[in-house]
């Protein structure tokens, strides 16, 4: 834990698919929170782009690692925000990232004592998403469903952030959590999601499938 002394506890967060849009967008939040935040990325070339957030790199290819590995990734933090995917395509891929290295991660935190984790998934994830087996989106429905059924079972103080259809629009720092169908929210409103999450210890144990709205994002996952 580091010193800072503001309204919520701040944390180590090792923050994985580092490089990806919504991170790059998350970690500059997490930092100016008085986190610390390490981005765990695959490709070594894009250090340099990622430390200009003000997170530290690490490089690290979570696909790649065994259990025992995972755990020696996390150890030392104390909250896990997992941003990464293998961005649909790839079955195979998709399965080994999206479920399998995510399951791998959480097992970890679990064991190396990193108790928060946030989990980035999508609006409509479950285990009876409904998605047609031929389509090319059902891998990723399948692993999803199953990473998230692991992390609702585990010890971890966990929250699953599940949004819609994501969008480069400007963040309005305004979300909805009560519509039932998915629409669209921008990956900056994504990004302080994750960083009012963490804000707030209550939304431990909480689901929120949201669209962009007209609520301000500390009231509607309060």
Request: charged letters at 20%.
């Amino acid at each position: 834990m580091s010193t800072d002394t503001s309204n919520h506890d701040s944390f180590d967060i090792a923050l994985i698919g580092g490089h990806g849009k919504v991170a790059m967008l998350a970690a500059p939040l997490l930092v100016e929170a008085g986190h610390r935040v390490t981005s765990i990325i695959r490709n070594p070339d894009h250090v340099t782009e990622v430390e200009a957030t003000g997170a530290t790199a690490r490089t690290a290819d979570v696909e790649q690692l065994d259990a025992a590995g995972t755990e020696e990734l996390l150890r030392g933090f104390d909250a896990v925000v997992w941003s990464a995917g293998a961005g649909g395509g790839n079955p195979q891929r998709t399965r080994a990232v999206d479920r399998d290295a995510a399951i791998r991660a959480m097992d970890a935190a679990a064991a190396v004592g990193a108790r928060r984790f946030v989990m980035v998934s999508y609006f409509g994830a479950r285990t009876d998403h409904g998605v047609d087996p031929e389509s090319s989106f059902f891998a990723y429905a399948e692993a999803k469903a199953a990473a998230d059924a692991h992390l609702r079972r585990s010890d971890l103080a966990w929250t699953i952030l599940q949004p819609s259809g994501l969008t480069t629009e400007q963040p309005t720092g305004r979300i909805s959590v009560t519509d039932t169908e998915s629409g669209q929210v921008s990956r900056g409103n994504v990004a302080a999601t994750i960083a009012a999450a963490l804000a707030n210890p209550a939304t431990a144990g909480r689901s929120y499938a949201y669209n962009d709205g007209d609520t301000p994002i500390t009231d509607a996952i309060a």
